[in-house]
């Protein structure tokens, strides 16, 4: 068998490891998402100034980018999570799950309020958030969807399989 790759009935095991690395890289790129759309929204909204103050002083401006930090800083200790589980060799199925959907939720999330936040400069090429948001819609679906996601975590926590 000169073009077989792997060792014969391993197959499946490696194609899941190629997988689960995968979803790992898919969680941080969506960490360096979130985390690039937060700097953006943070430097923007101390430059712009609209009725004689940057927006950064409206509270509006203030929660959303208070609420940004606190789930980049989530999704990142997740991912963290996430891999030094699967460096140290520990079952992290769970966790995996976590990391993945919360970082791919978040970056969505994060990538849609900061257009907002910038308006219509948030669709010109000179400011990120805009190719950021159609990257964290992409990275919502590869690797799994969020649905998928759900099932896998409620599967774990329960021990029950939603369908066989």
């Known amino acids: 068998m000169e073009n077989q790759v792997g060792e014969i ?3 499946l095991k490696d194609a899941l490891r190629g997988i689960d690395t995968a979803r790992l890289f898919l969680a941080a790129g969506c960490v360096g998402v979130a985390q ?6 943070i430097k923007y909204a101390k430059e712009r100034v609209q009725f004689g ?6 509270q509006l401006i203030q929660e959303i980018i208070a609420d940004m930090a606190t789930k980049v800083e989530a999704a990142r ?3 963290y999570r996430a ?3 699967k460096s140290r060799g520990i079952r992290h199925i769970k966790e995996m799950s976590y990391a993945k959907y919360f970082a ?3 970056a969505l ?18 400011y990120p958030v805009g190719h950021h948001y159609q990257d964290a819609i992409t990275a919502t679906i590869l690797g799994g969807t969020a649905q998928m996601h759900q099932l ?3 599967q774990q926590l329960l021990e029950i399989a939603a369908f066989k």
């Open 36 to 41: 690039s759309c937060l700097d953006s929204c």
């Open 109 to 126: 999330w994060i990538s849609s309020q900061a257009v907002k936040i910038h308006g219509s400069y948030g669709t010109f090429d000179e």
């Open 152 to 154: 896998t975590i409620g």
């Open 83 to 85: 891999a030094d589980l």
């Open 53 to 58: 103050k940057p927006i950064g002083g409206h």
């Open 77 to 79: 200790l997740l991912t």
């Open 104 to 106: 791919s939720e978040t």
């Open 9 to 11: 009935g391993r197959a």
